[in-house]
């Protein structure tokens, strides 16, 4: 698994039933690494980690201020939301302010996580509509600023002004030249970088202060946009948001697609990348939930972390018929 | 990963985004190792790809004749179905005939898998009961059975007749002694053995005569019942389903949770268990469509083979932003 270490363990009664190994980095201010797991020079596609960084030039264009947007809706961009009525209602009424509608999306339809928002939805007999995505939030940010660019519509060609203002971005957060990148679930480009990259750029946010230039004035917002409004990054039970409430707003963390989930810790000035080399959610809870509390900033204690870092299985019947587990020894110093 | 070999690659554009490890035995009527991935040796879970043989008991005891079941039982018995109308309707009928209902179950409720019977559900303003519970043609062959010995109604006991009966079959079959048992997602008890066990235990089933003795018998039949019924097994657009349909009643396959998947193959007079080790569905419906075409039994240019082993990741708009494929000679011999 090209030096992927065992990080997690999911136990079923005595039968160690399934291992997910992967790679953690965290990075101080100065960008280098004050520890690691596994490669950190392993090449990851951030999928929706890379969320607060494709914000950075909605906030330092002025196109967020000029739009009138609150930090609610910074939050948003930085989301993947279940498409709650909260959600789902915030953004039809962004793009309604801008005189744009669902069909100016290009994001996708897909049908709400919230199963209450899912169920209102089939009982009324309507089909899952773009602005239920989970990345809808992201993409009023671009549409956003694409206004504000007089940019054309198809606002997520990678030759667009955004993505290419997003790329520019990326790789000054990241210090690194994106050596390609893939199309996401929603349809943006999402830029390869190392993960010692992606965690150099949380640290880039967790050091961002507000007198220092445009860029660094935008990554302190929207970590603190983030960390102010969890329930708009995620939802109601997601780690993101659960985590988030625990810490009290003193960090600010993204899950992201195929097992990649990062961490900014301000008063640590330490920034978190990890990835689980087989892509599973479960297991990058497991293993951010592990870190911070390795970073003495998650009480090990606390509901949240308990239902990630030693998270029991239930079956359908309710029973717990197993744990989740950080793997022996993985995160010690 | 304790000698888990890579085996699945998981592409999106030009980055190796996430890698599945596994371990795959392949074995004769002597119960021999003909090939092996991996380590045969790795004690496993079987999960629902036990299904088979926990149905044994069913048809060797006569209770599947004395309650008059079909073919179309046997299959259902042995099937992760997914809920929909086809299944539910046939699952309430045959504990109807039993005198039985929903609350003798023991499964726990689930919400159906399938699309339309979920949907319908919802705008009903029902519930999920536990007869669209995946495992619901499993635990009515059990009730069946629990009937015919005049036992009682906690069938999911490991003490309880039903499933000391399983573990003897499973002892039987693997020819080895379980080392222990953990509970299912269905409540079940979910009997531990090696994987070679577990390939061995398929070779049985794929070598088991019509006139051999009973459990032979029993092990023709329902060999012969999942092959027959792919629909039942599991359901439209599964890879049980699907894989089974193009194969054309020629092999009997089985997933499980947590990336188990086996097969019995009559004609070669094989069995197959294969395992991924961090228990991914996308990982392990790939290596057995693999491992299927390597036996010569799957055309590998059948577009249910290639949803699976060279299968399109499609994203909410519908463009293709990947490919699942086995890893990099992972599957030549």
Redesign the interface.
């Known amino acids: 698994?090209?030096g992927a270490v065992?990080l997690v363990e999911?136990w079923?009664?005595?039968?160690l039933?399934?291992?997910?190994?992967g790679h953690v980095v965290i990075c101080d201010a100065s960008g280098d690494v004050v520890q690691s797991w596994g490669d950190p020079g392993k090449?990851?596609?951030p999928r929706s980690s890379a969320k607060m960084i494709q914000a950075l030039p909605l906030v330092e264009s002025g196109a967020a201020d000029a739009a009138g947007l609150t930090e609610a809706h910074l939050a948003l961009a930085c989301a993947s939301h279940q498409g709650a009525a909260v959600h789902s209602e915030m953004v039809t009424t962004w793009l309604s302010d801008l005189g744009l509608g669902d069909d100016d999306l290009?994001?996708?339809?897909?049908e709400p996580r919230d199963t209450e928002a899912r169920?209102a939805l089939?009982?009324a007999?309507g089909t899952p509509c773009q602005y239920h995505?989970n990345c809808s939030g992201k993409h009023s940010g671009f549409l956003t600023l694409t206004r504000h660019l007089g940019a054309g519509p198809d606002y997520i060609d990678p030759e667009h002004p955004v993505q290419k203002a997003v790329r520019e971005a990326t790789e000054d957060v990241t210090q690194e030249t994106s050596p390609?990148?893939?199309?996401?679930?929603?349809?943006a480009p999402?830029f390869?970088a190392t993960l010692h990259g992606y965690a150099r750029a949380m640290a880039f946010f967790a050091n961002a202060r507000d007198d220092g230039p445009v860029r660094q004035k935008a990554a302190a917002r929207l970590r603190r946009a983030m960390a102010e409004y969890p329930k708009l990054v995620a939802g109601t039970g997601r780690a993101c948001t659960e985590l988030m409430q625990a810490m009290e707003g003193r960090v600010s963390i993204k899950t992201g697609a195929?097992?990649v989930f990062v961490a900014i810790v301000p008063e640590k000035g330490l920034g978190v990348a990890l990835k689980?080399?087989?892509?599973?959610t479960r297991?990058s809870e497991c293993a951010l939930a592990s870190i911070l509390v390795g970073l003495g900033v998650l009480d090990p204690d606390h509901p949240a972390t308990l239902r990630r870092r030693n998270a029991p299985v239930f079956?359908?019947?309710?029973?717990v018929?197993?744990y989740i587990r950080p793997a022996e020894g993985a995160f010690s110093a």
């Open positions: 698994m090209a065992p999911v079923r009664g005595e039968v039933e399934s291992m997910h190994a090449v990851i596609l290009r994001c996708g339809p897909e169920d089939i009982r007999g995505n390609t990148h893939a199309i996401d679930g929603c349809s999402n390869a195929e097992g689980i080399a087989d892509g599973t297991a079956n359908r019947a309710g029973r018929t197993g």
